[in-house]
Protein backbone atom coordinates (compact mmCIF):
# COMPACT_ATOMS: atom_id res chain seq x y z
CA UNK A 1 0.00 0.00 0.00
CA UNK A 2 0.98 3.55 -0.70
CA UNK A 3 -0.13 6.66 0.26
CA UNK A 4 0.37 10.68 0.31
CA UNK A 5 -1.17 13.92 1.06
CA UNK A 6 0.07 17.53 0.23
CA UNK A 7 -1.83 18.83 3.82
CA UNK A 8 0.23 19.54 7.06
CA UNK A 9 -0.26 16.80 9.27
CA UNK A 10 -3.17 18.53 11.18
CA UNK A 11 -4.69 20.76 9.09
CA UNK A 12 -8.46 20.50 8.29
CA UNK A 13 -9.83 20.25 4.89
CA UNK A 14 -13.26 20.00 2.90
CA UNK A 15 -13.35 16.98 0.18
CA UNK A 16 -14.75 18.38 -2.59
CA UNK A 17 -13.90 15.18 -4.96
CA UNK A 18 -13.34 11.61 -4.87
CA UNK A 19 -11.45 9.68 -8.18
CA UNK A 20 -11.32 6.00 -8.55
CA UNK A 21 -9.68 4.06 -10.41
CA UNK A 22 -8.67 0.71 -11.63
CA UNK A 23 -11.86 -0.74 -10.77
CA UNK A 24 -12.96 -2.60 -13.59
CA UNK A 25 -15.61 -4.81 -12.19
CA UNK A 26 -15.90 -2.89 -8.73
CA UNK A 27 -18.62 -1.22 -8.40
CA UNK A 28 -18.35 2.38 -7.00
CA UNK A 29 -19.95 2.78 -3.82
CA UNK A 30 -18.13 -1.02 -3.46
CA UNK A 31 -15.29 1.48 -2.48
CA UNK A 32 -16.87 4.75 -1.38
CA UNK A 33 -18.43 3.31 1.54
CA UNK A 34 -15.25 1.86 2.96
CA UNK A 35 -13.94 5.97 3.15
CA UNK A 36 -14.36 7.76 6.37
CA UNK A 37 -15.29 10.96 4.80
CA UNK A 38 -17.57 12.06 2.31
CA UNK A 39 -17.89 14.69 -0.25
CA UNK A 40 -17.80 18.16 1.12
CA UNK A 41 -17.31 16.83 4.50
CA UNK A 42 -14.93 18.55 6.87
CA UNK A 43 -11.97 16.21 7.92
CA UNK A 44 -9.21 16.85 9.87
CA UNK A 45 -5.95 14.58 10.05
CA UNK A 46 -5.77 14.12 6.00
CA UNK A 47 -2.79 11.47 6.60
CA UNK A 48 -4.92 9.32 8.51
CA UNK A 49 -7.56 9.69 6.04
CA UNK A 50 -5.31 8.34 3.39
CA UNK A 51 -4.18 5.59 5.77
CA UNK A 52 -7.40 4.54 6.93
CA UNK A 53 -8.71 4.41 3.69
CA UNK A 54 -6.18 2.49 2.56
CA UNK A 55 -6.46 -0.44 5.32
CA UNK A 56 -10.19 -0.50 4.64
CA UNK A 57 -9.83 -1.17 0.82
CA UNK A 58 -7.25 -3.65 1.34
CA UNK A 59 -9.59 -5.54 3.92
CA UNK A 60 -12.41 -6.32 1.60
CA UNK A 61 -10.16 -8.90 -0.24
CA UNK A 62 -10.88 -7.31 -3.32
CA UNK A 63 -7.50 -5.53 -4.68
CA UNK A 64 -4.06 -6.74 -4.91
CA UNK A 65 -2.90 -3.58 -4.26
CA UNK A 66 -4.64 -0.04 -2.97
CA UNK A 67 -2.90 3.22 -3.65
CA UNK A 68 -4.63 6.43 -2.31
CA UNK A 69 -3.56 9.93 -2.05
CA UNK A 70 -4.77 13.11 -1.25
CA UNK A 71 -4.09 16.45 -3.66
CA UNK A 72 -5.43 19.70 -2.51
CA UNK A 73 -9.51 18.73 -2.37
CA UNK A 74 -9.31 15.51 -4.45
CA UNK A 75 -8.63 11.91 -2.52
CA UNK A 76 -7.61 9.44 -5.61
CA UNK A 77 -7.54 5.86 -5.12
CA UNK A 78 -6.52 3.36 -7.59
CA UNK A 79 -6.75 -0.10 -6.79
CA UNK A 80 -5.83 -3.63 -9.17
CA UNK A 81 -8.42 -5.89 -8.82
CA UNK A 82 -7.74 -9.50 -7.81
CA UNK A 83 -9.36 -12.25 -9.96
CA UNK A 84 -12.87 -13.02 -8.91
CA UNK A 85 -13.68 -16.62 -10.38
CA UNK A 86 -11.15 -19.16 -9.78
CA UNK A 87 -10.19 -22.43 -7.76
CA UNK A 88 -7.79 -22.48 -4.63
CA UNK A 89 -6.44 -25.70 -4.49
CA UNK A 90 -6.31 -27.75 -0.94
CA UNK A 91 -3.13 -29.58 0.20
CA UNK A 92 -3.64 -30.05 4.03
CA UNK A 93 -3.44 -32.17 6.83
CA UNK A 94 -6.35 -34.11 8.50
CA UNK A 95 -4.73 -33.43 11.75
CA UNK A 96 -5.33 -30.25 14.48
CA UNK A 97 -1.93 -28.75 13.21
CA UNK A 98 1.21 -29.13 11.09
CA UNK A 99 3.58 -29.78 13.83
CA UNK A 100 0.82 -33.49 15.00
CA UNK A 101 0.64 -34.25 11.57
CA UNK A 102 4.45 -33.87 11.16
CA UNK A 103 5.13 -36.44 14.05
CA UNK A 104 3.95 -39.28 11.93
CA UNK A 105 4.40 -37.84 8.51
CA UNK A 106 1.81 -40.08 6.90
CA UNK A 107 0.94 -38.97 3.12
CA UNK A 108 -3.12 -40.71 3.79
CA UNK A 109 -3.12 -38.16 6.43
CA UNK A 110 -3.39 -35.62 4.17
CA UNK A 111 -6.91 -34.16 2.26
CA UNK A 112 -6.64 -32.66 -0.96
CA UNK A 113 -9.08 -30.54 -3.60
CA UNK A 114 -10.46 -27.39 -4.36
CA UNK A 115 -12.47 -24.35 -3.73
CA UNK A 116 -14.12 -22.63 -6.37
CA UNK A 117 -14.58 -19.05 -5.80
CA UNK A 118 -16.28 -16.30 -6.99
CA UNK A 119 -16.13 -13.15 -5.75
CA UNK A 120 -17.40 -9.48 -6.13
CA UNK A 121 -20.37 -10.89 -7.84
CA UNK A 122 -22.28 -8.17 -10.05
CA UNK A 123 -19.21 -5.91 -9.13
CA UNK A 124 -21.40 -5.81 -5.73
CA UNK A 125 -18.72 -7.93 -3.12
CA UNK A 126 -21.02 -10.55 -3.28
CA UNK A 127 -19.64 -13.87 -2.79
CA UNK A 128 -19.99 -17.79 -3.29
CA UNK A 129 -17.95 -20.80 -3.07
CA UNK A 130 -18.11 -24.47 -3.77
CA UNK A 131 -15.46 -26.89 -2.06
CA UNK A 132 -14.85 -30.20 -2.85
CA UNK A 133 -12.22 -32.14 -0.67
CA UNK A 134 -11.42 -35.89 -0.82
CA UNK A 135 -8.12 -38.29 0.90
CA UNK A 136 -8.24 -38.58 4.23
CA UNK A 137 -11.70 -36.93 4.72
CA UNK A 138 -14.50 -36.11 2.35
CA UNK A 139 -15.64 -32.71 2.57
CA UNK A 140 -18.69 -30.65 0.18
CA UNK A 141 -19.75 -27.43 1.15
CA UNK A 142 -21.65 -24.53 -0.72
CA UNK A 143 -22.23 -20.83 0.68
CA UNK A 144 -23.35 -17.40 -0.51
CA UNK A 145 -22.26 -13.86 1.72
CA UNK A 146 -23.50 -10.92 0.93
CA UNK A 147 -21.99 -7.57 2.62
CA UNK A 148 -23.23 -4.50 4.75
CA UNK A 149 -25.40 -1.85 1.68
CA UNK A 150 -23.80 0.52 3.85
CA UNK A 151 -21.19 2.12 5.98
CA UNK A 152 -22.70 2.71 8.83
CA UNK A 153 -26.19 1.05 8.70
CA UNK A 154 -27.87 -2.27 7.05
CA UNK A 155 -27.87 -6.38 6.88
CA UNK A 156 -25.43 -8.65 5.39
CA UNK A 157 -26.36 -12.42 5.18
CA UNK A 158 -24.54 -15.37 4.42
CA UNK A 159 -25.47 -18.73 4.39
CA UNK A 160 -23.62 -21.99 3.76
CA UNK A 161 -24.53 -25.96 3.35
CA UNK A 162 -22.08 -28.69 4.08
CA UNK A 163 -21.48 -32.64 4.46
CA UNK A 164 -18.06 -34.33 5.19
CA UNK A 165 -17.27 -37.52 6.18
CA UNK A 166 -13.98 -39.86 6.93
CA UNK A 167 -13.02 -43.31 8.29
CA UNK A 168 -11.26 -41.91 11.78
CA UNK A 169 -12.97 -40.59 14.60
CA UNK A 170 -11.30 -38.63 17.55
CA UNK A 171 -12.79 -40.70 20.20
CA UNK A 172 -11.14 -39.98 23.27
CA UNK A 173 -8.16 -38.46 25.20
CA UNK A 174 -5.49 -40.35 26.96
CA UNK A 175 -2.35 -38.78 28.45
CA UNK A 176 -3.62 -35.56 27.02
CA UNK A 177 -3.40 -36.21 23.29
CA UNK A 178 -6.55 -37.42 21.88
CA UNK A 179 -6.99 -41.06 20.40
CA UNK A 180 -8.09 -42.13 17.26
CA UNK A 181 -10.39 -45.05 16.53
CA UNK A 182 -10.18 -46.32 12.82
CA UNK A 183 -12.60 -47.96 10.14
CA UNK A 184 -10.55 -48.93 6.92
CA UNK A 185 -14.18 -50.27 5.28
CA UNK A 186 -16.37 -47.92 6.00
CA UNK A 187 -17.09 -44.70 6.81
CA UNK A 188 -17.11 -44.00 10.66
CA UNK A 189 -18.71 -40.47 10.61
CA UNK A 190 -21.16 -38.54 8.50
CA UNK A 191 -21.74 -35.16 9.38
CA UNK A 192 -23.93 -32.64 7.37
CA UNK A 193 -25.92 -29.28 8.10
CA UNK A 194 -26.69 -25.61 7.41
CA UNK A 195 -26.33 -22.70 8.67
CA UNK A 196 -27.73 -18.90 8.39
CA UNK A 197 -25.75 -15.50 9.64
CA UNK A 198 -27.75 -12.19 9.76
CA UNK A 199 -25.49 -9.06 10.60
CA UNK A 200 -26.56 -6.02 12.09
CA UNK A 201 -24.44 -3.03 11.25
CA UNK A 202 -24.85 -0.20 14.33
CA UNK A 203 -22.01 1.84 12.73
CA UNK A 204 -19.03 1.08 10.90
CA UNK A 205 -17.19 -0.21 13.69
CA UNK A 206 -20.10 -2.33 15.92
CA UNK A 207 -22.37 -4.86 14.92
CA UNK A 208 -24.37 -7.51 15.94
CA UNK A 209 -24.23 -10.94 14.55
CA UNK A 210 -27.55 -13.35 14.75
CA UNK A 211 -26.97 -17.44 13.92
CA UNK A 212 -29.14 -19.96 13.10
CA UNK A 213 -28.06 -23.80 12.21
CA UNK A 214 -28.78 -27.50 12.28
CA UNK A 215 -26.06 -30.13 12.13
CA UNK A 216 -26.93 -34.17 12.03
CA UNK A 217 -23.96 -36.03 13.32
CA UNK A 218 -24.11 -40.23 13.36
CA UNK A 219 -21.05 -42.57 14.11
CA UNK A 220 -20.38 -46.41 13.72
CA UNK A 221 -21.70 -48.18 16.88
CA UNK A 222 -18.40 -49.22 17.76
CA UNK A 223 -18.09 -45.95 19.46
CA UNK A 224 -20.22 -46.85 22.18
CA UNK A 225 -18.13 -49.92 22.98
CA UNK A 226 -14.71 -47.23 22.87
CA UNK A 227 -16.39 -44.13 24.68
CA UNK A 228 -19.89 -44.49 25.86
CA UNK A 229 -19.67 -40.47 26.38
CA UNK A 230 -18.33 -39.77 23.08
CA UNK A 231 -22.08 -38.53 22.39
CA UNK A 232 -23.92 -39.70 26.03
CA UNK A 233 -24.59 -43.49 24.87
CA UNK A 234 -26.06 -42.71 21.21
CA UNK A 235 -24.52 -43.26 17.44
CA UNK A 236 -26.48 -40.32 16.28
CA UNK A 237 -27.46 -36.90 17.24
CA UNK A 238 -29.59 -33.81 15.65
CA UNK A 239 -28.05 -30.38 17.00
CA UNK A 240 -30.07 -27.30 16.89
CA UNK A 241 -27.81 -24.62 17.23
CA UNK A 242 -27.93 -20.96 17.75
CA UNK A 243 -26.73 -17.67 19.08
CA UNK A 244 -25.67 -13.79 19.63
CA UNK A 245 -22.47 -12.04 19.63
CA UNK A 246 -22.18 -8.24 19.56
CA UNK A 247 -18.65 -7.53 18.14
CA UNK A 248 -16.43 -4.38 17.95
CA UNK A 249 -13.87 -3.75 15.80
CA UNK A 250 -11.77 -0.68 15.63
CA UNK A 251 -8.65 -2.66 14.06
CA UNK A 252 -6.60 -0.74 11.32
CA UNK A 253 -6.66 -3.78 9.09
CA UNK A 254 -9.03 -6.66 9.25
CA UNK A 255 -6.21 -9.74 8.08
CA UNK A 256 -3.00 -8.95 9.90
CA UNK A 257 -3.75 -5.43 12.35
CA UNK A 258 -1.51 -3.65 13.63
CA UNK A 259 -3.21 -1.06 15.98
CA UNK A 260 -6.58 -0.79 17.33
CA UNK A 261 -8.57 -3.32 19.27
CA UNK A 262 -10.79 -6.11 18.77
CA UNK A 263 -13.92 -7.19 20.99
CA UNK A 264 -16.60 -10.01 20.71
CA UNK A 265 -19.05 -10.83 23.46
CA UNK A 266 -21.21 -13.89 22.93
CA UNK A 267 -24.29 -16.11 24.08
CA UNK A 268 -24.93 -19.51 22.43
CA UNK A 269 -27.04 -22.58 22.59
CA UNK A 270 -27.46 -26.35 21.35
CA UNK A 271 -30.62 -28.22 21.54
CA UNK A 272 -29.20 -31.95 21.20
CA UNK A 273 -31.65 -34.23 20.36
CA UNK A 274 -31.63 -38.38 20.12
CA UNK A 275 -33.73 -41.40 20.29
CA UNK A 276 -36.50 -38.49 22.48
CA UNK A 277 -33.83 -37.48 24.76
CA UNK A 278 -33.13 -33.82 25.10
CA UNK A 279 -29.58 -32.20 26.12
CA UNK A 280 -29.61 -28.07 25.82
CA UNK A 281 -26.13 -26.67 26.48
CA UNK A 282 -25.45 -23.39 27.05
CA UNK A 283 -22.70 -20.82 26.46
CA UNK A 284 -21.18 -17.92 27.22
CA UNK A 285 -18.15 -16.24 25.83
CA UNK A 286 -15.92 -13.43 25.03
CA UNK A 287 -12.39 -12.43 22.82
CA UNK A 288 -10.06 -9.20 23.49
CA UNK A 289 -7.19 -8.38 21.48
CA UNK A 290 -5.06 -5.15 21.22
CA UNK A 291 -2.25 -4.18 18.99
CA UNK A 292 -0.46 -1.36 19.99
CA UNK A 293 2.38 0.43 18.21
CA UNK A 294 5.42 1.14 20.12
CA UNK A 295 6.47 4.74 19.54
CA UNK A 296 10.21 4.38 20.03
CA UNK A 297 10.80 2.01 17.64
CA UNK A 298 9.40 1.79 14.18
CA UNK A 299 6.93 -1.15 13.01
CA UNK A 300 7.26 -2.68 16.74
CA UNK A 301 3.66 -3.56 18.13
CA UNK A 302 2.68 -4.66 21.06
CA UNK A 303 -0.40 -7.32 21.00
CA UNK A 304 -2.29 -8.25 24.12
CA UNK A 305 -4.96 -11.35 23.89
CA UNK A 306 -7.41 -12.79 26.44
CA UNK A 307 -10.64 -15.10 25.70
CA UNK A 308 -12.67 -16.75 27.99
CA UNK A 309 -15.72 -19.68 27.34
CA UNK A 310 -18.05 -20.99 30.04
CA UNK A 311 -20.89 -24.11 28.93
CA UNK A 312 -23.49 -25.18 31.33
CA UNK A 313 -25.41 -28.46 31.18
CA UNK A 314 -23.78 -31.89 30.26
CA UNK A 315 -21.21 -31.79 27.74
CA UNK A 316 -21.14 -35.47 25.64
CA UNK A 317 -17.08 -35.41 24.98
CA UNK A 318 -17.51 -34.33 21.09
CA UNK A 319 -18.47 -31.30 23.21
CA UNK A 320 -16.54 -30.87 26.16
CA UNK A 321 -13.45 -30.01 23.67
CA UNK A 322 -11.50 -26.96 25.28
CA UNK A 323 -7.67 -26.08 24.59
CA UNK A 324 -5.52 -27.13 21.88
CA UNK A 325 -8.44 -26.96 18.83
CA UNK A 326 -8.84 -24.35 16.11
CA UNK A 327 -6.84 -21.23 17.54
CA UNK A 328 -7.77 -21.75 20.92
CA UNK A 329 -4.21 -23.35 22.16
CA UNK A 330 -1.37 -22.52 24.35
CA UNK A 331 1.98 -22.17 21.83
CA UNK A 332 4.22 -24.76 22.89
CA UNK A 333 1.45 -27.62 23.49
CA UNK A 334 0.55 -28.37 19.71
CA UNK A 335 0.48 -32.56 20.60
CA UNK A 336 -1.79 -32.03 22.94
CA UNK A 337 -5.55 -31.42 24.11
CA UNK A 338 -7.79 -30.24 27.13
CA UNK A 339 -11.50 -30.94 28.01
CA UNK A 340 -13.22 -29.28 30.20
CA UNK A 341 -16.62 -27.20 30.53
CA UNK A 342 -14.72 -24.14 29.49
CA UNK A 343 -11.28 -21.89 29.22
CA UNK A 344 -9.14 -18.64 29.66
CA UNK A 345 -6.62 -18.22 27.23
CA UNK A 346 -3.92 -15.23 27.08
CA UNK A 347 -1.21 -14.40 24.65
CA UNK A 348 1.04 -11.83 24.53
CA UNK A 349 4.06 -10.63 21.74
CA UNK A 350 5.95 -8.32 20.55
CA UNK A 351 5.90 -8.00 16.69
CA UNK A 352 8.95 -6.04 14.63
CA UNK A 353 8.74 -5.45 10.81
CA UNK A 354 11.44 -6.84 9.15
CA UNK A 355 10.23 -6.06 5.78
CA UNK A 356 6.95 -3.61 5.53
CA UNK A 357 4.72 -3.34 2.67
CA UNK A 358 7.22 -3.92 0.30
CA UNK A 359 6.01 -4.44 -3.62
CA UNK A 360 7.99 -7.17 -5.03
CA UNK A 361 7.66 -7.80 -8.73
CA UNK A 362 6.88 -11.30 -10.24
CA UNK A 363 7.84 -12.74 -13.24
CA UNK A 364 4.98 -13.76 -15.20
CA UNK A 365 2.87 -12.85 -18.27
CA UNK A 366 -0.07 -10.74 -19.03
CA UNK A 367 -2.32 -13.94 -17.82
CA UNK A 368 -1.40 -13.08 -14.25
CA UNK A 369 -0.46 -9.22 -15.13
CA UNK A 370 -3.18 -8.73 -12.08
CA UNK A 371 -0.95 -10.31 -9.33
CA UNK A 372 3.01 -9.61 -10.70
CA UNK A 373 2.87 -6.58 -8.34
CA UNK A 374 3.21 -8.27 -4.41
CA UNK A 375 2.82 -6.57 -1.32
CA UNK A 376 4.92 -8.00 1.05
CA UNK A 377 5.38 -7.42 4.73
CA UNK A 378 7.81 -10.13 6.99
CA UNK A 379 7.04 -10.08 11.01
CA UNK A 380 9.87 -11.14 13.18
CA UNK A 381 7.51 -11.90 16.84
CA UNK A 382 8.76 -13.33 20.24
CA UNK A 383 5.03 -14.42 22.55
CA UNK A 384 4.52 -15.73 25.18
CA UNK A 385 0.91 -17.39 26.07
CA UNK A 386 -0.84 -19.03 28.87
CA UNK A 387 -4.34 -20.90 29.44
CA UNK A 388 -6.62 -23.76 31.32
CA UNK A 389 -9.44 -25.18 31.68
CA UNK A 390 -12.84 -24.59 33.27
CA UNK A 391 -13.86 -27.47 35.39
CA UNK A 392 -12.44 -30.38 33.63
CA UNK A 393 -14.26 -33.05 32.43
CA UNK A 394 -15.28 -35.51 35.26
CA UNK A 395 -15.28 -38.21 32.65
CA UNK A 396 -11.52 -38.37 32.35
CA UNK A 397 -9.04 -40.86 31.32
CA UNK A 398 -5.77 -41.12 33.12
CA UNK A 399 -3.41 -39.07 32.32
CA UNK A 400 -4.67 -36.51 31.24
CA UNK A 401 -2.90 -33.85 33.86
CA UNK A 402 -3.73 -30.45 31.31
CA UNK A 403 -7.43 -30.61 32.33
CA UNK A 404 -6.11 -29.63 35.78
CA UNK A 405 -2.90 -27.37 35.08
CA UNK A 406 -2.04 -23.91 33.76
CA UNK A 407 -0.24 -24.59 30.46
CA UNK A 408 2.68 -21.70 29.98
CA UNK A 409 4.51 -21.64 26.39
CA UNK A 410 6.82 -19.21 25.21
CA UNK A 411 8.80 -18.75 21.82
CA UNK A 412 9.63 -16.93 18.37
CA UNK A 413 8.45 -16.52 15.01
CA UNK A 414 7.53 -15.63 11.30
CA UNK A 415 5.06 -14.57 10.18
CA UNK A 416 4.93 -13.40 5.95
CA UNK A 417 1.63 -11.28 4.54
CA UNK A 418 1.08 -11.52 1.11
CA UNK A 419 -1.51 -9.49 -0.58
CA UNK A 420 -2.57 -7.97 2.31
CA UNK A 421 -4.47 -10.82 3.49
CA UNK A 422 -2.83 -14.75 3.00
CA UNK A 423 -0.62 -15.27 6.09
CA UNK A 424 2.06 -18.20 6.96
CA UNK A 425 3.50 -18.19 10.11
CA UNK A 426 6.55 -20.48 11.01
CA UNK A 427 7.31 -20.85 14.87
CA UNK A 428 9.07 -22.60 17.40
CA UNK A 429 7.89 -22.87 20.99
CA UNK A 430 8.51 -24.31 24.68
CA UNK A 431 6.29 -25.20 26.98
CA UNK A 432 6.87 -25.88 30.66
CA UNK A 433 7.94 -29.53 30.23
CA UNK A 434 10.79 -28.65 28.49
CA UNK A 435 9.90 -29.27 25.39
CA UNK A 436 9.78 -27.60 21.95
CA UNK A 437 8.15 -27.74 19.15
CA UNK A 438 7.94 -26.50 15.83
CA UNK A 439 4.49 -25.47 13.75
CA UNK A 440 3.50 -23.55 10.46
CA UNK A 441 -0.15 -21.92 10.56
CA UNK A 442 -2.34 -19.79 7.92
CA UNK A 443 -4.73 -17.96 10.89
CA UNK A 444 -3.31 -15.17 12.99
CA UNK A 445 -2.80 -15.66 16.53
CA UNK A 446 -4.74 -13.01 17.92
Known sequence: MFGQNLFAQDSS???REVVISGNVRTKNIVILREIPAHKNDNYCCPSEL??????????LQLFNLVNAKLIHDTLFISVTEKYYVWVNPWLSWADRNFNVWWQSRDPKRLIYGGTLHWNNIMGKNHSAYATCIAGFNQIFEVGYATPFPRGHSGWAFSGAAYFWSNHELWY??????????????????????????????????????FTQGYAFLSVDSSIISANSYFM??????HD????????????????????????????????LHSHGVRNTILSVGARYSAFTPLKFVKHLVWVKYGALRWSAGTLPY?????????????????????????????????????????????????????????????WFNVFADAGKVLSPSPIQNSGNTLDTQWQVG?????????????????????????????????????
Open 318 to 378: NYSRQLGYGSDYVRGYEPYVAEGQGFVLFKTGLRKAILYNRTVTLAGGQKFAAYKKLPLSI
Open 172 to 209: KTENNKLQFLRLENQVIQKNYGIRITGKKRLNYFDRLE
Open 50 to 59: VQTTQNRLSG
Open 410 to 446: TGLGLDFVMWYNALIRAEYSFNRMQQGFFNIAYRNAF
Open 232 to 237: LRDTFQ
Open 240 to 271: FYGGVEYISDHRDQRHYPTNGHLLRVGFGYND
Open 13 to 15: FVI
